[in-house]
Structures are given as C-alpha cells and as structure tokens.
C-alpha cells in the first residue's frame, strides 16, 4: 500500500471537496423532494390518526437535537485522542476522520426529515433538514477552525498557514485487481 504525501493547500482542498461532495447530496436531494411536494409529482401517504404531523415534528426535532449533540460529543471525544498525539501527519489524518464521522452522523436527521417529507407531502418537514444543513455550513472545514479544534502550537500553526508545507500522510491503495 503506497502512500501521498499532501501539503497544507492539497489537505484542505481535499477536506473541502468532502465536505461539498457530503452537503450537495444533502442539498440536491432536499430540492428534488421539494420540487415533487410542489408538483404533486408522487402520490403522498395520508395518515390519518389526530396530531399526526404534530407527533411527526416532534419526533424530527427530537432526532434533530439528539445527532447534533452526539455528533459533538464523538467529535471532542476523537479530538481528544488526536490531541494526545504529536506527529503533525498524523493529527491531520485523524482530523480528517473525525470530520468525516461528524458529518456522518449529522446526514443521518437530514435524510429522515427528507424521508418524512416524501412520506407525507409536508414541505414544513423540510425545514429539519434545513437546519441540518445549516449546522453543516457552519462547520465548513478550514485552517482556522482545525487550528482551534486541535489547539495547535505556534509551530504547527505555521506549517498549517504554509500552503507549501506536507502536513499531511494519505494511504493510495494501490489496488490491483
């Protein structure tokens, strides 16, 4: 297994095009649900029990809640195993993975509120997965927030300000079939 070495410029380039790739699905697949809600393009469930949209909110809201707050405490969980480390290639591939896990765990509210809204036709159930995306934008990866994140030294701040400076180590794979 070979492996590349990325400077400060390609690292956060690549966290970049992650984090798009991750949200404009998010992004994509809202617009089209809505757009079907608006065209009446699918034959929607109609449930039929008192409140039902009500209990349906309310469960959304709980999820919505519940995943923001797990998301953040595994990410300070894994921050907190990355910070024990001092190799700065290192840190910055287990930063990588922390981020990803993050925005993993944050889709999950997302495609359910998207899912309750194709079910039931309610464009008001989108607005979960709003916030959601929201909540993404907000932790958009960049140099300033990994330096906060990871509480960097001086020195290591500098190599991550260098655009020019490998920071970090990712595997190729090198796959042959």
């Known amino acids: ?13 690549r966290s970049l095009t992650i984090f798009i790739a991750l949200i404009s699905g998010q992004i994509m697949f809202a617009i089209g649900v809505l757009v079907m ?44 195993a990355i910070k024990e480390k001092t190799v700065l290639k290192e840190i910055m591939a287990d930063y990588q993975t922390a981020l990803i896990i993050r925005y993993a765990i944050l889709e999950f509210p997302v ?21 959601i995306i929201i909540v993404f934008f907000y932790l ?14 001086q020195a290591e701040c500098m190599l991550i300000d260098d655009p020019n400076a490998i920071v970090a180590e990712v595997n190729t794979g090198n796959y042959t079939p």
């Open 37 to 80: 809600i608006l065209t009446n393009s699918i034959a929607f469930t109609s449930i039929e029990f008192p409140h039902s949209l009500e209990i349906i909110m309310g469960i959304l809201l709980v999820l919505t809640l519940v995943f923001i707050q797990l998301s953040s405490i595994l990410f300070k969980k894994k921050l907190a």
């Open 140 to 153: 958009k990866p960049g140099r300033e927030r990994l330096k906060k994140d990871l509480e960097l030294n």
């Open 111 to 131: 495609f359910i509120a998207i899912g309750a809204a194709i079910y039931t036709g309610q464009i008001l159930l989108l607005s979960f997965a709003l916030i």
């Open 1 to 13: 297994m070979g492996t590349q070495q990325l400077s400060s410029a390609a690292y956060f380039r």
